[in-house]
């Protein structure tokens, strides 16, 4: 492409100038009259040699580096002011020593003159913003182009596989999971709102009873299954609970965090009240509420009453040491999702008690250089095949994690274990 020099000559360039980065933007105000043609040649004399041989202004405009000089100016009342723009190629740096020479600017042609740099401004930056507003512009063309499709396209489609995989379960015709008919455990929500929610993440053996008056469906079904209750946290929540407990046979109680609602919950919120639901008796005696323990208890009769601890079987009354071990696992994994959130590593005793607390970003040279005493390490990154081999040669029995990748070797002295659930 073709500009012109101080004196107007044509020049080549190597580059198309309109592909720089930056625009410098300079305010001109002369003691005199003075044309274009000034201003250019007083930019290009009196830079010359201030900046050395790398930065001299001739040999960058030659190169494309620096675009065409453009300048706009006014002369009123014998006194002209403008405002001056030169487009750069050159880094951030560069670009703006370049603009400060300006500044050392005193005279253009036979007037005294002075330069003020405004901006530099990233020419990339406008741009971008204009790919972004005709992006939306298109976008929504596109949208408004079907009826039925809503501003999140992603949302539209997953929420129609989620309709087709909704059913209607029992004589009551309740909203339940696909799963509900052949699961061993199910999960009562309160409304079809929750079962979809579930279902967004995979979850698919949730019914809701859809009101305070429990339908016989639910109490029959409640007879047969192992059953968690997951409801809202709020008053309505409380209410619909006291009702299962009634008439459904109900073996857990996971609640959402305190004023939310199931429908609302992410997916890790979900995971997380799930994994932290109690045996009902347990949840009753720690939620104060006595009166509703004492009918219960009634209910079950004088026997000792066996809670169910595995959604996958119904009614196993599991030996002491075992219910142990299950509570020391539930523990390692409130802290593998704890360690997953906080970006860290817990090493643990044997029985889940954290002995120290690691960021990823130290894991390994920890690992490496300290002397280490636990039996598990808690990571909330992934397990690689180097941090099991430094974790078996420290003599750490078992590594929780959220992904495993690329471990072809496993030492017969560490257990791993993977929750990707997470």
Known sequence: MAIL???????????DPNAAKYLIKAKIIADGVVE????????????????????DLRDLQKSGRIGRIEVEIDSKKGKSDGIVYIPSSLDQVETAILAASLETIERVGPCKAQFQVLSIEDIRLSKRQ???????ELLESLISQGKDLSEDLIQVVREAVEKQEI???????????PAVPTSDSIIIVEGRSDVLNLLK???KNAIAVEGTNIPKTIVDLTKERVVTAFLDGDRGGDLILKELLQVAEIDFVARAPPGREVEELTYKQIVKSLRNKMPVEQYL?????NEELEKFLKTEGSEPVIIKTDVQQENIERPQEESKESDIEKVKDDLLLD??????????????????????SELFDKLSTQNINAKSLITGGVISQRLVDISSEKGIEEIYGVKMLNV?????????IVRNEI
Do not use: C, W
Request: glycine share 12%; net charge neutral; hydrophobic share 40%.
């Open 5 to 15: 020099d101080e004196r107007g000559k044509v020049i080549k360039v190597n580059i």
């Open 36 to 55: 274009k043609p000034d201003v250019v040649g007083a930019i290009f004399g009196q830079t010359e040699g201030l900046l050395g041989e790398e930065l």
């Open 130 to 136: 204009k790919v972004v507003e005709r992006a939306k």
């Open 167 to 177: 059913i209607t379960f029992g004589e009551d015709k309740l909203p339940s999971g």
């Open 201 to 203: 993440y995979g979850i």
């Open 285 to 289: 005696a720690t939620h104060g509420m």
């Open 339 to 360: 360690a997953f959130e906080k970006k860290v590593a817990y090493l643990t005793d044997d029985i889940g008690n954290i002995v120290d607390t690691i960021p990823l």
């Open 408 to 416: 072809t070797k496993k030492p017969a002295n560490l257990k791993i």
